[in-house]
């Protein structure tokens, strides 16, 4: 029933313009040919709230927009970098926001879409530090205050996660092998589909004796994307330029 495509980890920010521009090229062009586009998180370096007035974030929106309007269906996941997108941005956007994770049904096969962050269940200071700000309370009073202060908190967030990543090691930020099985047996899934860990591969675990297959979504970087697409020329991984 048509293409379906699969971004994540785009983290668009105006400090680095190529990737954006690389973006809207890509919603104008090939994402229209498809019949659905999925985004599992992390489309914005930092979303602040949807009443951002960036010029970069106002094109994005209007961007998908043009998108939805043309045809095409678009889902998007929150990240942990954009987990704020909210109520404003779906309407604006006719994008429809997806629960992570989230099961769906592609060529007949049960598939399972996450951010990928929540299966980094051995990074204990992250998970710690999700719990806080995915508060509803905690979030709610980040929205209260003005975009100026809001910008300049993701930044001293942004600086501390990059802080704490480099004493972090490359297993401890990865994803955890058994809550991947509890996840894909718990929803019955033959496939799990996520980004987050930017290390892009096909994988194979075994769950209960039957092969599953989990798909690792490459970032977008240096005006370079990456979406997978799957169609009835079967899983394909795109390169987009
Ligand atoms: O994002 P990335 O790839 O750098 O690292 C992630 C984890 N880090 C994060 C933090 C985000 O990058 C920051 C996002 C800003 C969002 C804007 C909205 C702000 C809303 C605020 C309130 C509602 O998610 C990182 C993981 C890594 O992935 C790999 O999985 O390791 O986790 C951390 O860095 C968490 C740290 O280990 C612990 C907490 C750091 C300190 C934060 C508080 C400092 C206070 C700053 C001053 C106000
Ligand atoms: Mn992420």
Redesign the pocket.
């Given at each position: 029933d048509g293409e379906s495509l699969f971004i994540s980890d785009l983290h668009l920010t105006p400090d680095q313009p190529a990737t954006p521009d690389c973006f809207l090229r890509f919603l104008a062009g090939r994402a229209r040919a498809a019949r659905r586009l999925y985004i599992l998180g992390d489309l914005f370096d930092?979303?602040?709230g949807d009443d951002d007035d960036a010029p970069l974030h106002r094109a994005v929106r209007s961007a998908l927009r043009e998108l939805t309007a043309a045809g095409s269906e678009c889902a998007i996941l929150h990240g942990?970098?954009d987990f704020?997108i909210g109520r404003a941005f779906l309407r604006e956007t006719k994008c429809r926001l997806l629960p992570d994770p989230c099961l769906i049904r592609i060529g007949g096969e049960p598939t399972l879409l996450m951010h990928g962050?929540r299966l980094?269940t051995d990074?204990l200071?992250?998970q710690r530090?999700r719990r806080r700000?995915r508060n509803p309370l905690?979030?709610r009073l980040?929205l209260w205050k003005s975009l100026a202060s809001r910008r300049a908190?993701?930044a001293?967030?942004?600086r501390?996660?990059?802080e704490?990543?480099s004493a972090?090691t490359a297993t401890i930020?990865d994803v955890n092998q058994q809550a991947v099985v509890e996840t894909l047996r718990r929803h019955g899934a033959v496939r799990l589909i996520h980004g987050?860990t930017h290390r892009p591969a096909d994988h194979v675990h075994e769950v209960d004796g039957r092969a599953a297959r989990r798909l690792v979504l490459a970032e977008w970087r240096d005006g370079v994307g990456e979406a997978l697409s799957h169609s009835a020329l079967g899983w394909r991984r795109l390169v987009i330029e």
């Amino acid at each position: 029933d048509g293409e379906s495509l699969f971004i994540s980890d785009l983290h668009l920010t105006p400090d680095q313009p190529a990737t954006p521009d690389c973006f809207l090229r890509f919603l104008a062009g090939r994402a229209r040919a498809a019949r659905r586009l999925y985004i599992l998180g992390d489309l914005f370096d930092a979303w602040i709230g949807d009443d951002d007035d960036a010029p970069l974030h106002r094109a994005v929106r209007s961007a998908l927009r043009e998108l939805t309007a043309a045809g095409s269906e678009c889902a998007i996941l929150h990240g942990n970098r954009d987990f704020l997108i909210g109520r404003a941005f779906l309407r604006e956007t006719k994008c429809r926001l997806l629960p992570d994770p989230c099961l769906i049904r592609i060529g007949g096969e049960p598939t399972l879409l996450m951010h990928g962050d929540r299966l980094c269940t051995d990074d204990l200071a992250y998970q710690r530090f999700r719990r806080r700000v995915r508060n509803p309370l905690v979030k709610r009073l980040f929205l209260w205050k003005s975009l100026a202060s809001r910008r300049a908190i993701a930044a001293d967030y942004r600086r501390c996660s990059a802080e704490a990543n480099s004493a972090k090691t490359a297993t401890i930020m990865d994803v955890n092998q058994q809550a991947v099985v509890e996840t894909l047996r718990r929803h019955g899934a033959v496939r799990l589909i996520h980004g987050h860990t930017h290390r892009p591969a096909d994988h194979v675990h075994e769950v209960d004796g039957r092969a599953a297959r989990r798909l690792v979504l490459a970032e977008w970087r240096d005006g370079v994307g990456e979406a997978l697409s799957h169609s009835a020329l079967g899983w394909r991984r795109l390169v987009i330029e």
